[in-house]
């Protein structure tokens, strides 16, 4: 046998499986057979959504407010004009010393200064360079603060203060506001106290200040001791009928006795100051039950004599009709005498 490699084995040719479609012979042949995919001829286009016009409408409304927003933004940086600052409440008492003052960084020598006084109208208090009105000659400038020697409870109100600079912007602007509250003493109160009252009866003494601020408080006196609050809680052998209001200044009593009698007086208290009132007494006493007895036997008995003399005067006559025609008739025969 010959040696040697075995012959080549012959070539064969493997083709490769066809795809397999996924759609059917038959739904194919239906597909080819439909027209393709768009709007006929027939069809009408859909009417617009009416909620889906509005939402754009509200939509573009938002996009136009938001860019006036920046555009006014832009103004408001470009020209230099600030933003109110916090509001500041500024305390004195009066007849004393206090300062106005004004936050603003620094000042420049080409700064401008304003000070105003806010009301119904409007006043000046510093313009051009110089304190106006009464404050010049109680007042000076420290700054742009203002330093107010001697406050009195006119001075009482809201004060601006504006200052104009220019900057590279433009006019820079600063305002800041504040409020001036001037604390006053309150005055001699007016003090109302009977001079007489009668046992068990209702008595309501008065106490009032109109000046003071903040409005005080009132407080009583029974001949120089002050009375509390609460009566209950002195001692068991005073009257505990009375019914004390520290804020309109009232004392009332309920059923007043005559442990009530003494000297009352009143002072008005608040966080600056207090005053009283003179003392006024005030007496109570018994319902003299004898004295109207007699005043009423007398009454009764003065009506019986009166009584009887028109009963005389009757039977004696001088009351009947002849008697008066008779009196009637000398009465209009005089003058023709005379």
Not at 47 to 72: E, G, I, Q
Request: aromatic share 6%; charged share 25%; glycine share 6%.
């Amino acid at each position: 046998m010959p040696s040697g490699p075995a012959p080549p084995l012959p070539c064969k040719s493997v083709s490769a499986p066809a795809p397999r479609s996924s759609v059917p012979p038959r739904a194919a042949s239906r597909a080819s057979a439909l027209p393709p995919p768009g709007p006929s001829a027939s069809e009408e286009p859909a009417a617009p959504d009416p909620a889906k016009m509005a939402r754009r409408s509200r939509h573009r409304l938002l996009l136009l407010l938001l860019r006036y927003l920046v555009v006014a933004l832009d103004y408001h940086k470009a020209y230099g004009f600030s933003a109110s600052k916090d509001h500041q409440v500024v305390t004195a008492i009066e007849y004393q010393e206090v300062i106005l003052a004004c936050k603003y960084p620094k000042k420049t020598i080409s700064s401008r200064l304003e000070w105003k006084k806010l009301g119904r109208s409007v006043s000046f208090v510093y313009y051009q360079q110089a304190l106006q009105g009464d404050f010049k000659d109680r007042a000076e400038m420290i700054d742009f603060s203002i330093r107010i020697k001697n406050v009195t409870r006119n001075d009482a109100g809201k004060y601006r203060c504006e200052v104009s600079a220019p900057s590279e912007q433009g006019q820079n602007l600063e305002e800041d506001t504040l409020t001036l509250e001037v604390l006053v003493a309150p005055a001699v109160p007016s003090c109302e106290v009977p001079s007489s009252a009668l046992r068990g009866t209702v008595v309501e003494l008065r106490c009032q200040d109109k000046e003071g601020n903040p409005a005080p408080e009132y407080t009583w006196f029974k001949d120089g001791i002050r009375l509390l609050e609460n009566p209950k809680l002195g001692s068991p052998s005073a009257n505990s009928s009375y019914t004390m209001n520290t804020k309109s200044g009232t004392l009332q009593f309920n059923t007043v006795s005559k442990l009530d009698s003494g000297e009352y007086s009143c002072e008005a208290r608040n966080s600056v100051g207090h005053r009283r009132c003179p003392g006024k007494r005030m007496q109570v006493d018994d319902l003299n039950v004898s004295g109207i007895i007699a005043a009423v036997v007398v009454v009764a008995l003065v009506i019986s004599v009166c009584g009887l003399g028109v009963c005389y005067a009757q039977r004696k006559g001088y009351f009947s009709i002849e008697n008066v025609q008779d009196d009637m008739k000398v009465s209009h025969e005089a003058p023709r005498r005379i």
